[in-house]
């Protein structure tokens, strides 16, 4: 157990509709990663938040959106659903000091999401 | 840009070695190794940063050659445990983030 909890770990929902997937850092962290990982696919960074601040950005589409609030809680916001968003969202935290390069990862357990 | 990880997959018997290599056409900062098993959260194995230090588990040894932007994960005596895809993710200080390679798929036999 890393201590990143994410909920929902399953989501079910049809093309064009809007979810909402939640992730806790571990205890002290306060930065979280989001990752999306698709069949065969490795881990694709979308965006990180350190400390309520967006601090770098990968490929995230312009549907979907993230927050960190100020108890240090992530959302990612997935809108405009498509098949081919249908994939395992992962949350990692780190970064008890500056989220910086050095920093290790943990990750929790994933929302799986089935988009039909 | 994605590193490169060979191989793609792996079949061994308990009790062999294998490497892992992982190539980059940046120059790197930051080297970090982890490991999922299927379904599950990817979990830490090693970081190697330029300049030399590492961090990581006892069991498992890793290198970073800075000059080629490559580094290889070393697995010896490997276990049933060992099974699993091992990712491996790289930083350049231009970009400000991790980027993972598309895993290496490792089998252990008994």
């Known amino acids: 157990d890393s201590g990143v909890t994410q909920t929902p770990k399953h989501l079910i929902t049809a093309t064009g509709q809007r979810v909402t997937l939640r992730c806790s850092p571990r205890?002290?962290?306060?930065?979280v990663y989001w990752y999306q990982q698709s069949l065969d696919q490795g881990l694709q960074f979308l965006i990180q938040?350190?400390?309520?601040?967006?601090?770098a950005k990968g490929n995230i589409l312009e549907r979907f959106s993230a927050q960190q609030f100020p108890d240090l809680h992530s959302e990612l916001n997935l809108s405009s659903l498509e098949l081919g968003d249908s994939a395992l969202y992962f949350c990692?935290?780190?970064?008890?000091?500056?989220?910086?390069?050095?920093?290790?990862?943990?990750f929790g357990p994933g929302t799986r999401l089935l988009v039909l | 840009q994605q590193p490169v990880q060979s191989p793609q997959a792996v079949i061994l018997r308990e009790g062999e070695d294998a490497v892992i290599n992982c190539s980059s056409s940046?120059?790197?900062?930051?080297v970090h190794w982890y490991r999922q098993k299927h379904g599950e959260a990817p979990v830490f194995l090693m970081i190697?940063?330029?300049?030399?230090e590492q961090k990581g588990h006892e069991k498992i040894s890793a290198s970073f050659n800075e000059k080629k932007q490559q580094s290889s994960l070393y697995l010896t005596a490997s276990q049933l445990s060992y099974s699993g895809t091992y990712f491996c993710?790289?930083?350049?200080?231009?970009?400000?983030?991790?980027?993972f390679g598309k895993g290496t798929r490792l089998h252990i036999l008994p």
């Open positions: 940046k120059a790197l900062y930051s």
């Open positions: 993710g790289t930083a350049s200080l231009r970009d400000d983030k991790i980027i």
């Open positions: 205890s002290g962290d306060l930065s």
């Open positions: 938040y350190y400390n309520g601040e967006e601090r």
């Open positions: 990692a935290s780190s970064a008890r000091t500056s989220g910086r390069l050095w920093e290790t990862q943990y």
């Open positions: 190697l940063l330029k300049g030399g």
